[in-house]
């Protein structure tokens, strides 16, 4: 399968994504409280991830569209997504518009244009200090289900630790340029363990996974430029909500390992522990208790008498007629 090219759309020079098929809440503005509601990026933050920092608003000028900021909402469970600006993204909770008032469509002014598989959309992003609000509720994308926002940030915060990850890079969106090549996987049930066996089965040095169901081939993935914050790569995996596999236009890359540098089955090793260890200490068991039987035996008295008299009797040289009979022998 990993040597397989990816047959993706090609549309005005880039590859097209979904059409996010979103309609918008409306249009508001901030109505100067105290607290601004529409902070969930800022509540991501915490002292104890000082390396996975979440800017609010999310800025991304290049590709910045009302698809890329709802997913990124989505991937951290969030209801609303909002734009401002064109560029902006926030995003925010149930409460996201508390301090928020709705004014006339007209002042969010700026459009975005996302191509997408249909040809290119466009939708409303905003204004100047105005955010097109939009719920997060997209028919081709899911949050992900069965872990809380601490857990998954969690895993995002510790991802670095894995081995052979190599860190979260910007993928080219320009047609027949991903940064690891043209050869690829689309799985909604992906794991970082299935794209890392796709792309060793075709002697690849690297695996990368982007926007949670992609996986990615290649022996080289650019230069250092590309390496993007952590928080980049925001979206669980289809397969297992407890990995990241990349993000918009980012990929999570890892190192193939080959077998014999594969980290060790831990149920293989167990399995063979309990397997071997249990004749072994059988035998070591039976070996101790002969040594006991053999030294209890060497000890006796009776014995070592029995010993002589039966020597005595067989010996050739012994030419005294009577037979002397031990106790053992019946009469």
């Not at 709802?70 to 926030?90: L, Q």
């Not at 928020?100 to 249909?118: A, H, M, R």
């Not at 390496?227 to 999570?252: F, R, T």
């Amino acid at each position: 399968m990993a040597n397989e090219t990816c047959v993706e759309p090609c549309l005005y020079g880039v590859v097209p994504k979904h059409d996010p098929q979103i309609s918008p809440t409306g249009c508001f503005a901030f109505n100067n409280s105290l607290n601004d509601s529409f902070n969930g990026l800022t509540k991501l933050n915490s002292p104890s991830r000082p390396d996975l920092i979440f800017p609010d608003p999310y800025v991304n000028e290049i590709f910045m569209n009302v698809g890329y900021c709802t997913k990124y909402c989505i991937d951290f469970m969030f209801s609303y997504a909002g734009m401002e600006n064109g560029t902006n993204c926030r995003c925010g909770d149930n409460n996201a518009l508390q301090s928020y008032i709705q004014v006339d469509d007209s002042n969010c002014n700026i459009s975005c244009t996302s191509v997408t598989l249909k040809g290119n959309a466009t939708y409303p992003c905003g204004g100047k200090g105005f955010y097109t609000v939009y719920k997060t509720d997209r028919p081709d994308y899911r949050p992900p289900l069965g872990i809380t926002i601490e857990e998954k940030l969690n895993i995002m915060d510790n991802i670095n630790k894995e081995p052979n990850y190599k860190g979260c890079f910007e993928d080219n969106k320009i047609c027949g340029q991903r940064i690891l090549g043209n050869k690829c996987e689309t799985l909604d049930t992906i794991t970082v363990n299935l794209c890392i066996d796709y792309c060793r089965e075709g002697n690849f040095k690297y695996a990368g996974l982007e926007t949670s169901n992609q996986c990615f081939c290649g022996n080289s993935y650019g230069d250092m430029e590309r390496l993007l914050p952590s928080e980049y790569c925001s979206a669980s995996c289809g397969g297992n909500n407890s990995q990241i596999c990349g993000g918009i236009w980012a990929l999570s890359i890892y190192e193939v390992p080959t077998p014999s540098t594969s980290p060790p089955n831990k149920r293989l090793i167990i399995g063979l522990s309990v397997g071997l260890g249990i004749p072994i200490f059988l035998i070591i068991v039976i070996g101790v208790a002969f040594l006991i039987y053999r030294n209890r035996n060497s000890n006796n008295p009776k014995n070592d008498l029995k010993n002589d008299l039966k020597n005595l009797n067989d010996d050739p040289n012994n030419d005294d007629p009577i037979r002397v009979e031990t106790k053992d022998k019946k009469k």
